[in-house]
């Protein structure tokens, strides 16, 4: 159980270390590399494979100029909004907060992703700091396409640029949305993000093989062709450093793949916070709600359930208060329901998912960047995203708050002039 505080303690170690040198050693040489702004894009649900299908060329022209990894690792769960808050604060969904994209908590009710007065409201958030407000704090300009906490003020503060999110706007119109903010008159932001959320879609409801994925990575891919465009005739694609990833992968669901929890436990004694691919219940006080538990904890065929404190340890979930007493794990490729919830739904099932293990091949996330800090041509070895923090704090040039990540794991993306 030593995992959670290690990261902790390893940062308030490197902390001292770097306070006592500064004050020890004048002779030390300040970092004198050059800063180049820094753009993060997030393709949600972009599978690795996705690559070899060839339908994007413009990603796969990053790949061949910058560095790239076969695949990062998400962290658990699988899920947007934790791995989203993950990249940006460098710590795991249990030590940031954002523990799932629904949630419940005593002082704060109900979060879901429909619900816009939950994810505008920095209380949610302030388990952590994420690095625009970071990078605000230390005289930087940030603008964000959209990201997972962007509309909330969190520790006071929004980046300098947002706007609330709106499914509705396409690729090409975040992109052009970025390019003008880029190009107001003024101090120019050396943050900026991209969020693009087709290929997520479509592989929900289409499934990952299905056509409607290929259109979507063909959307994206002129999406980010438009970028490169945008960017080089402003003469800044090659002063930029680019970071272009995904939160997770996506699994194909067979229709028929589905576990109904209340014919497995009277789940009406238990307070539900989420179903689909992990289900998670409150308990409540009484024998049915102790017996309800039991039946849920009991071995079943494609579903695991656990109480918080005892998830498998390599999953670093367990310990947030919002974590609820019992997770139950559909294995990959089904999901949990319960009758009275699938009666009540109005859009059909979903042929792709993810929230599975995060180790499971089909959860794998993309990791390319390119740019004059990273080094053409280099693969490095697939880490967890909770790294990419600390690179970004390191190419940015600013102190970073205390995380989970580490930056040996990804510095080999950089040329040996940037590290
Ligand atoms: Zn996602």
């Given at each position: 159980m030593n995992f959670p505080f290690r990261p902790l303690l390893r940062s308030m170690l490197v902390f001292t270390f770097a306070a006592l040198s500064a004050c020890a050693s004048p002779s030390i040489k300040p970092d004198t590399r050059e800063r180049h702004p820094l753009l993060l894009i997030s393709i949600d649900a972009f599978r690795p494979d996705y690559?070899?299908?060839?339908?994007?060329?413009?990603?796969?022209?990053?790949?061949t100029e910058g560095a790239h990894a076969p695949y990062m690792l998400p962290s658990f769960p699988s899920l947007?909004?934790?791995?989203?808050?993950?990249?940006?604060?460098?710590?795991?969904p249990d030590h940031h907060g954002i523990v799932n994209n629904t949630m419940s908590d005593p002082a704060l009710g109900r979060f879901s992703l429909s619900n816009r007065s939950a994810t505008s409201d920095g209380?949610?958030?302030?388990?952590?700091?994420?690095?625009?407000?970071?990078a605000q704090k230390q005289g930087l300009r940030t603008a964000t396409m959209f990201w997972p906490g962007t509309e909330a003020s969190i520790r006071g503060m929004r980046p300098d640029h947002w706007i609330a999110y709106d499914g509705d706007i396409t690729s090409n119109g975040r992109v052009d949305q970025l390019l003008a903010w880029i190009d107001e008159p003024g101090k120019k932001p050396m943050f900026d993000t991209l969020y693009f959320d087709t290929v997520d879609h479509a592989g929900h409801e289409h499934g990952p093989d299905s056509p409607e994925v290929?259109?979507?990575?063909?959307?994206?891919?002129?999406?980010?062709?438009?970028?490169?465009?945008g960017l080089k005739a402003r003469g800044l694609y090659d002063r930029m450093d680019i970071i272009v990833l995904s939160d997770h992968g996506m699994a194909y669901l067979p229709p028929d793949h589905v576990i109904f929890a209340d014919d497995i436990a009277d789940v009406t004694q238990?307070?539900?916070?989420?179903?689909?691919?992990?289900?998670?219940?409150?308990?409540?006080?009484?024998?049915?709600?102790a017996k309800a538990e039991a039946a849920l904890l009991?071995?079943?065929?494609?579903?695991?359930?656990?109480?918080?404190?005892?998830?498998p340890a390599r999953f670093q979930y367990g310990t947030h208060p919002r974590v609820p007493a019992i997770i139950c794990m559909a294995?990959?490729?089904?999901?949990?329901?319960?009758?009275?919830g699938l009666a009540k739904r109005t859009s059909p099932m979903s042929?792709?998912?993810?929230?599975?293990?995060?180790?499971?091949?089909?959860?794998?996330?993309?990791?390319?960047?390119?740019?004059?800090?990273?080094?053409?041509?280099?693969?490095?070895?697939?880490?967890?995203?909770?790294?990419?923090?600390?690179l970004m704090i390191h190419l940015l040039g600013i102190h970073g708050e205390s995380n989970d990540g580490h930056f040996d794991e990804v510095k080999d993306a950089l040329r040996p002039a940037a590290r």
């Open positions: 690559l070899d299908r060839n339908l994007t060329p413009t990603l796969a022209s990053m790949v947007t909004f934790p791995n989203h808050y993950t990249l940006v604060t460098g710590r795991v209380r949610w958030w302030d388990g952590a700091e994420p690095i625009w407000v970071t290929n259109a979507a990575l063909v959307d994206v891919d002129a999406a980010l062709a438009r970028l490169v465009a238990l307070d539900e916070v989420s179903y689909g691919v992990m289900a998670t219940f409150n308990l409540r006080e009484g024998s049915g709600s009991a071995p079943h065929e494609h579903m695991q359930c656990y109480r918080k404190g005892d998830l294995q990959t490729g089904w999901t949990i329901v319960s009758h009275a042929l792709g998912e993810h929230g599975y293990d995060n180790q499971d091949p089909t959860m794998r996330a993309l990791f390319v960047a390119r740019g004059p800090s990273f080094q053409p041509g280099a693969t490095i070895a697939p880490f967890p995203n909770v790294d990419v923090y600390p």
